[in-house]
DNA sequence: TTGTAGGCGTTATCAA
DNA sequence: TTGATAACGCCTACAA
């Protein structure tokens, strides 16, 4: 068997070259597969066995150099959650095997520790070729994004000047209303984190204007702010609107104040009905079974990818990309017991 | 305000100093912040300012190639799973987060797609300079790795000749059935996977040693092995000896007996107690409190990458590295209601 | 079929 | 205080 010599030092081209007596492009061409070049079968032969014998393998660093271009892309989100959270889990796990087809790595930056302008800078050194984005309007990072060289990808929120991929909340929500409805709901709130995210906003919107079209009174309509995804707070002004369906901006709010509603014997849903959005319901657990929207987070990543590749092949060629444009995926509903 | 100008191609420090007539050198001194290296503060200040206005950024491709250094560590995992699955995803938060300390940055590379062999190269490619493993030992991996020169640390699971930081499992297993054997459980049953984890061949033997040593008769604490996490086909022998104190190999596979037991009408812990293992237990959810082993994945992580950092040093030194060795994480347990 | 030269963008060492 | 030169490892064009 043979085995590879164990080195503190890697093993390079020109180390090949040496031991054969060739010179270093020689060699650099038979491995890395050139098939015009035609090089005697002899010489070949021992490229490749003396490869192999010295364990060489091309620094991706110095081809990047050499390409302007690392086959990396990037993913970074300003909120404060890693990748444990449902949702940037959720986009990270598809990234991730949606990134083998095109051959690519994924790094995480993590906004955790530094300033953003030191994030900015690392965004655009060269390590990445792209970037999916996602960031409240806070960030000061979209308006430089804006306009640097780096191709970008928004998911779930749109920016300004940037292409965006995300649910089509709208629909989702005039989805979770009609469903409400025929289940014989008149009386309606919707919980709001008090952090601004466009698509809460868009939610939120539909929530009221969907209403509204159907003559509720403002008085039935209600949006109640809550800090995050703490239902509690909520719990008083909604138990004295009882009977009430609930949409909750997220299924971890739906979650919190199910659990909430269990721990004071509130009963679910002939109390307070309750929805969630997002589509993170876990049937693995013996609870209740959330009633929600089913949004196709992995196919938002998959299309980000796709979009950001394209970007990325485009500026490759030194070609301008095209006006940034928003896709909305469509999005379903998912019944339960908890309306 | 100062906009940096808008360009499809990245301002190089050459760049900045044909602006001004200076050499590139002089530019990339002064911006990198060289102390020793006085300029006239007239020349520093038009570079800064020059700098700023065409928006430069250095190249951290280039930089790396120079440095042999990418201050990019990996993660890499041969199980089946990306990072939305409890364990991977607990282990990349968490170095995600530690890695902001050590100003590094996080890649995962995905086994998914890529055959071993292609993923070895890529992992000895230069792009990182050290390597986080989750494998188990069937993966031709290890065996390479040991002899490569790149830094790696094995997480959970150890692999021979190479460094490793995990959790006691034997202690857990044997502080679980302590807190059962006080509840009064005389019967037990160990619900394994199929697939062959060194983590849990401990939790194993330590389940049979121990149970051994309290004078436990064999057929009251058998090892019923199940296609991994899917407890249903071990259901009807539970059942047949029922009452039974049933541990489970992880988590999820306590959750997914509990599913299966409220489904058919099971008491738990009356017939059927349960208890998980890892302490991935979400407590949000209105379900049943799991009793389990309270693993601390987090300083496992972050333990894992400080021994990391420590062997990249030691190579950017050229010295050799230590014998491997093998750190263990004291375990708690997480009291609740199945048992 | 193979070697030489040059450059990707940066940093380090020298000399001016 | 600054500039020239070389090197990191690779790839491409051209010349031999």
């Not at 690392?122 to 191709?151: A, C, M, N, Q, W």
């Not at 005039?174 to 008090?194: T, V």
């Not at 609930?246 to 739906?254: G, K, P, S």
Request: hydrophobic content about 40%.
């Amino acid at each position: 068997m043979k085995t590879p010599i164990s080195t503190l030092v890697p093993v390079t081209a020109r180390d090949v070259a040496r031991e054969l007596n060739l010179s270093q492009p020689t060699v650099s061409r038979i491995l890395s597969g050139d098939v015009r070049h035609r090089a005697s079968e002899e010489t070949r032969k021992r490229v490749w066995e003396t490869a192999e014998r010295l364990g060489y393998r091309p620094n991706a660093v110095a081809r990047s150099l050499r390409h302007g271009r690392t086959n990396v892309i990037g993913i970074h989100t300003n909120h404060k959650y890693d990748v444990r959270n449902d949702f940037l889990g959720t986009i990270v796990g598809a990234l991730q095997c949606a990134c083998g087809a095109y051959h690519l790595d994924l790094m995480l930056h993590n906004s955790l520790g530094s300033p953003a302008e030191t994030l900015f800078d690392k965004l655009r050194d060269g390590r990445i070729d792209g970037l999916i984005l996602h960031v409240g309007t806070d960030d000061p990072l979209f308006e430089i994004l804006g306009t640097s060289p780096l191709p970008v990808v928004t998911v779930a929120d749109s920016l300004p000047n940037l292409p965006a991929v995300m649910c089509d909340d709208a629909s989702g929500m005039e989805q979770l209303l009609e469903l409400l409805w025929q289940r014989g709901h008149r009386n309606f709130a919707f919980l709001a984190p008090h952090i601004q995210l466009p698509s809460v906003e868009r939610r939120k919107k539909a929530f009221e204007s969907e209403l509204k079209r159907r003559k509720v009174p403002a008085h039935a309509r209600r949006v109640i702010s809550i800090n995050y995804e703490q239902a509690s707070s909520a719990l008083e002004e909604l138990q004295q609107n009882s009977p009430v369906a609930v949409c909750c901006w997220n299924d971890r709010t739906a979650y919190n104040l199910l659990r909430e509603c269990l721990q004071r014997g509130i009963r679910v849903p002939r109390e307070i009905a309750v929805t969630g959005f997002d589509g993170f319901r876990d049937d693995q657990l013996p609870a209740r079974e959330l009633v929600t929207v089913n949004c196709p987070w992995e196919n938002v990543a998959e299309k980000a990818l796709e979009k950001l590749v394209e970007l990325i092949d485009l500026r490759q060629k030194k070609q301008m990309p095209p006006a940034p444009e928003e896709i909305r995926l469509p999005v379903t509903i998912l019944d339960g017991d908890t309306i």
